[in-house]
């Protein structure tokens, strides 16, 4: 049961995923967080060195989609600029919004990642479906109302893994 909160990768940051290894493992199409994963929870807008990745993917023809438990007006906000489709209020873990967004995507499961900072919600919605999953360190060391309860599972279950050696980074949150 724990091994379904295991990333398949983690790593510091988005800006470590390049388009190039994504497309070496068959990977179409990226389903990403938005919250302490793309920005910080607070931030309203993308920022310049994000709109250079996303541009980067787009180069590539891998295809994005924005799939966050935030409600509406918060994703459309950042979303709608950047052109990229969204789905809000998608309560990840759940399966529904995942399946909406391959489908939009026209994508298979094995060819899409789902990238994200949570464990409870990102990481175990992928692994659980067949996904590949990539871990993030959350952005900012805070959370939003929501999130904070979450955290507090996640970091049990994070101490767990470093225990047995399948994580290891060195600062936690
Ligand atoms: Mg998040």
Do not use: C
Request: proline share 5%.
């Amino acid at each position: 049961m724990l091994n379904k909160f295991l990333p398949g990768e983690y790593v510091k940051s988005i800006y470590h995923i390049s388009p190039f290894v994504l497309k070496e493992k068959g990977i179409k199409g990226i389903i990403t967080d938005l919250d302490n994963t793309l920005v910080e929870w607070d931030r309203p807008n993308a920022t310049p060195k994000l709109i250079e990745w996303l541009n980067e993917m787009k180069r590539h023809h891998i295809k994005i989609t924005i799939v966050s438990n935030n409600n509406e007006e918060r994703v459309r906000i950042f979303s709608d600029p950047l052109n990229i489709p969204f789905i809000s209020k998608a309560r990840k873990p759940m399966r529904a919004a995942f399946k909406k967004a391959l489908f939009k995507m026209g994508l298979e499961r094995e060819e899409t990642v789902i990238i994200g900072d949570q464990l409870l919600t990102d990481i175990f919605g992928g692994n659980r479906m067949g996904f590949h999953t990539i871990l993030v360190m959350p952005v900012a060391n805070s959370d939003g109302f929501f999130t904070q309860f979450n955290r507090k599972i996640e970091r049990r279950i994070m101490a767990n893994f470093k225990r047995k050696g399948l994580i290891d980074w060195e600062d936690s949150h």
